[in-house]
């Protein structure tokens, strides 16, 4: 019962140094989503992608690509970190048209 | 632009005292109201999804409901294990992104 998988857990990074997040799901879902959440902003959408193949800007994608690898895969990757990129970055994935998200248990990222 | 707003961003109950979350929403056609709760330093967890006005669901200690302009999540009795964010967001538009509000941290004291 693995849901949506996100590694690493927790990264610290310096200013200008790249990573990738990885997220990988088994419950055979379409749709995939990278979030991160902020203290008081809440959850904001990144990247999304509808399925496999396709992926769209959401409401704060700068600064970040995404790669959706396969149906089970999509990672986010910052090029270039900056320390307004610190947050929590979440994983999701849902089933096309509205049902609930499964979210994964999050990535925690410092940028000093 | 779809907005999702939630009040109180803070509630503080003893417990067994019943209360309510709210959550309006302003959002061109909605197609389905869902309820989160997060546990600190885990992900959102699933709760309700609610597809009309009218319409409630009840698990456990919690019943959200649902009209025309705002749903609720009522906690009825609650526990200190039921302290915790609680998030709702709203399906609208033809893909399946969902806009969240900011979320409200319920704490319960024994």
């Known amino acids: 019962n693995a849901g949506v998988t996100q590694t690493p857990k927790f990264q610290v990074l310096k200013t200008g140094q790249s990573m990738t997040l990885q997220c990988a799901q088994d419950?055979?879902?379409?749709?995939m989503y990278w979030y991160r959440q902020d203290p008081g902003m809440g959850l904001r959408l990144i990247y999304y992608s509808a399925s496999e193949g396709t992926t769209d800007k959401g409401e704060v994608p700068n600064g970040y690509n995404v790669s959706r690898l396969n149906k089970r895969e999509f990672s986010l990757r910052l090029e270039s970190a900056a320390p307004s990129q610190t947050s929590v970055y979440f994983c999701?994935?849902?089933?096309?048209?509205?049902?609930?998200?499964?979210f994964g248990s999050g990535t925690r990222l410092t940028v000093v | 632009e779809d907005q999702v707003t939630q009040s109180p961003e803070a509630l503080r109950l003893q417990e067994g005292e019943s209360s309510s979350l709210n959550c309006s929403y302003t959002v061109s056609g909605l197609r389905g109201l869902f309820w989160y709760r997060q546990d600190p330093g885990k992900g959102p967890e699933f709760l309700f999804t609610?597809?009309?006005a009218g319409e409630e669901k009840e698990k456990e200690r919690l019943k959200a409901t649902l009209t025309k302009k705002e749903s609720f999540l009522h906690i009825t009795a609650p526990k200190p294990e039921d302290s915790a964010t609680y998030l709702c967001a709203a399906h609208t538009g033809a893909n399946s992104k969902l806009t969240f509000g900011k979320g409200i941290t319920l704490s319960v004291r024994p």
């Open positions: 419950m055979n879902h379409n749709s």
């Open positions: 999701a994935s849902s089933e096309t048209g509205g049902y609930g998200y499964t």
């Open positions: 609610l597809y009309s």
